[in-house]
């Protein structure tokens, strides 16, 4: 896959995070499968700080100064120190989708871009601008398959109905 193509994707995506997110009610939003998992609005929260902070934040590290240390980031951390709780659902799809805008136009900018550029992680080894950008694409799907398992169990614990006629999942 090309970086145009990867970058057409994640430009895709923007439109399946919209839907994946549209219509829920407040209850849908804070819902838990289990109590150590994140519900929507932290999902939401997360994927708007990794937008900024990791994936776009790291390949423009990596094309510019590869050498210097990564900026630190607490994915995990974040979700108490940043209060993910407290944020409203609506106003974090609406700056998520305004991020990955924001994220296709500087892609798009780039003019021969090194995609093979490489910063040297003391605990992952090389890491290149290309492997930065391929493993956001690769987030997007992770994600995905959070929402929709987050919904479908939510779907599957709070309506008492047999589900096994739409098959197993």
């Not at 896959?1 to 995506?13: G, R, V, Y």
């Not at 929260?45 to 210097?68: N, Q």
Request: with cysteine; glycine share 2%; proline share 4%.
């Amino acid at each position: 896959m090309t970086h145009l193509a990867i970058t057409s994707h994640l430009e895709l995506n923007k439109n399946v995070f919209k839907s994946l997110f549209h219509g829920l009610t407040n209850e849908e939003i804070l819902w838990r499968p289990q109590s150590e998992k994140w519900c929507l609005l932290e999902i939401v929260c997360h994927l708007y700080d990794e937008e900024r902070e990791d994936f776009r934040a790291r390949i423009k590290h990596t094309l510019e100064i590869p050498g210097d240390p990564l900026p630190a980031i607490d994915p995990q951390g974040w979700v108490n120190e940043r209060r993910y709780m407290e944020r409203d659902f609506n106003e974090m799809v609406t700056l998520f989708l305004q991020e990955r805008s924001a994220s296709i136009d500087w892609l798009k900018s780039l003019e021969s871009p090194s995609w093979q550029n490489v910063h040297v992680h003391p605990k992952f080894g090389e890491l290149s601008a290309e492997m930065f950008l391929s493993n956001w694409l690769a987030h997007d799907y992770l994600h995905f398959r959070q929402i929709t398992f987050t919904k479908y169990q939510y779907l599957t614990t709070n309506y008492k109905t047999r589900f096994d006629y739409a098959g197993n999942w």
